[in-house]
């Protein structure tokens, strides 16, 4: 099981760097299955959540509209649960599975959790976005299979190309 994953501090980092990353992927000809969250919507708010599916960039999102000024974000947990389907159906045939965030609701076991642990038993690459709050849960679901990789496009391809190419 190769599971590695990237967790920066600075805001939006790990999204600039897994969507470089899937970009880099597709022009190298790599087969992904997963969730990147565009970082091309500087207009967005910060609970406005929109994931771009792959391999084809489809995008969903997964917030509830809430009134002007309402505080807080609100999670559509039927629309993350759909995107979960999809991405499950993606699965077969994909080279490698690329997962957006690693978070609260992945930290309560629920989410893109059962679609990580499929790839893990296909034996497929997985690289994950850690949130920094919750690297320590990651680490408890991943154990030691999970190792860290920079927040640095180029090494994250360059893992994960290596990783696609040694399964052949």
């Known amino acids: 099981m190769q599971i590695r994953y ?3 501090d600075e805001e939006r980092r790990t999204d600039a760097v897994l969507s470089a990353v899937a970009e880099g992927a597709e022009d190298l000809g790599l087969r ?4 990147v969250q565009p970082v091309d919507r500087p207009d967005a708010g910060h609970c406005d959540i929109v994931l771009a599916l792959l391999p084809d960039f489809q995008r969903r ?7 002007p ?3 807080g974000c609100r999670l559509d947990a039927g629309a993350l649960e759909q995107v979960v389907a999809e991405v499950q ?3 077969e045939g994909a080279q490698a599975l690329l997962v957006n965030k690693f978070g609260k609701q992945e ?6 959790v059962p679609v990580i642990g499929e790839a893990c038993a296909r034996g497929l690459p997985v690289l994950v976005g850690v949130a920094p709050q919750w690297r ?3 680490l408890g679901f991943a154990g030691d299979a999970a190792l860290p990789l920079p927040d640095d496009a180029g090494l994250a391809l360059d893992w994960l190309r290596q990783s696609c190419l040694a399964r052949i």
């Open 6 to 8: 990237i967790c920066s």
């Open 32 to 35: 992904l299955c997963g969730t």
């Open 61 to 67: 999102s997964i917030s509830l509209e809430l009134p």
């Open 69 to 71: 000024g309402t505080v």
């Open 89 to 91: 159906s993606r699965l």
């Open 107 to 112: 930290a309560a076991g629920r989410a893109l």
């Open 136 to 138: 320590e849960a990651f």
